[in-house]
């Protein structure tokens, strides 16, 4: 076992950004930070978010996933003295999972002395989470378009416009993933398909080109976001505000209930702010405003 201190900073993640479902998605700037060391025995000192969930040592994911990962490698689970300063919230949409089975899985390649490639940790959760776009978007940063053929990840990574702001609106209670994926249809029409393909064909140049006047057409989306609008009361709020006071996209955040808000400058953010807010008044959502950094988990090992 590898008895070297261990530090790592994961993004949190919006997914989806409309069209592109489980494709895109995007790194925003605020953080699970995880501080590791060899102890006697599993002990968690979590702050932040969801801190006394966080510091559980049952039904934990961290340490779940961690476990998982050396037993399936036939390698000894060494316990672990973890710190957590954790800004995502848990249920909301914003990629707390693919954060932590990505800390987890980098913490069993370094105690573990697994020798994992950065390709290999991706492709572990990738296949844990069951899509590719958060976990790629947290571990590469940026706009990230994935996509996976078995266990082997293929990812492409964009820096968005460092003009460009994200405001993520957080209404007061949780939704799970499995929740919001089973109202979806098991078909689709034929027209709701091509109108997805349109728009996620621009979704990635849009970010690439920082083309903020497609934004309203690439993050159009038929195949989820109008079944989980009846989980996600903001969504139907907020989506008529693309177009005002700087606001360029509106999607929901990953399976939701967040929603994200894309603003064209950071002086625009104060005013699509209040315009939130003013819609929004019987929710009375926690807005958080974000960049999107460039630098993903991969490269905050130490």
Not at 155 to 163: F, G, I, N, T, W
Not at 264 to 279: D, K, M, P, Q
Request: with cysteine.
């Amino acid at each position: 076992m590898n008895g070297k201190k261990f530090k790592m900073r994961l993004p949190a993640t919006s997914a989806n950004l409309g069209s592109g479902f489980d494709t895109a998605a995007v790194a925003l700037d605020f953080y699970l930070d995880i501080e590791a060391e060899c102890a006697d025995e599993f002990a968690i000192d979590a702050a932040g978010h969801d801190a006394a969930i966080c510091s559980k040592l049952e039904n934990n994911l961290i340490l779940d996933t961690y476990s998982q990962v050396l037993t399936g490698q036939g390698a000894g689970v060494q316990p672990l003295s973890i710190r957590m300063q954790n800004e995502i919230p848990l249920g909301m949409g914003c990629g707390s999972s693919a954060a932590g089975r990505l800390a987890a899985i980098s913490l069993a390649a370094h105690f573990g002395n697994l020798n994992w490639s950065d390709e290999r940790i991706l492709e572990e959760a990738c296949a844990l989470e069951g899509h590719p776009d958060n976990a790629a978007a947290c571990w590469l940063g940026g706009f990230v378009a994935a996509a996976m053929d078995g266990r082997t990840v293929f990812a492409a990574q964009v820096e968005p416009s460092s003009d460009w702001r994200a405001i993520v609106a957080y209404p007061a209670e949780s939704l799970a993933t499995s929740t919001a994926r089973a109202v979806l249809p098991a078909t689709y029409s034929s027209g709701d398909v091509v109108t997805n393909l349109q728009s996620v064909s621009m979704l990635g140049l849009a970010f690439a080109q920082a083309r903020g006047d497609l934004l309203s057409v690439a993050m159009r989306d038929r195949i989820h976001q109008p079944y989980r609008s009846q989980l996600c009361r903001l969504l139907p709020q907020l989506l008529p505000l693309v177009g005002k006071n700087g606001i360029l996209g509106v999607a929901l955040s990953g399976a939701g209930p967040a929603v994200l808000v894309i603003v064209g400058s950071a002086r625009e953010t104060s005013e699509a702010c209040e315009l939130i807010r003013s819609v929004t008044s019987e929710v009375k959502p926690r807005l958080v405003v974000s960049g999107f950094p460039s630098f993903g988990a991969a490269q905050s090992r130490g």
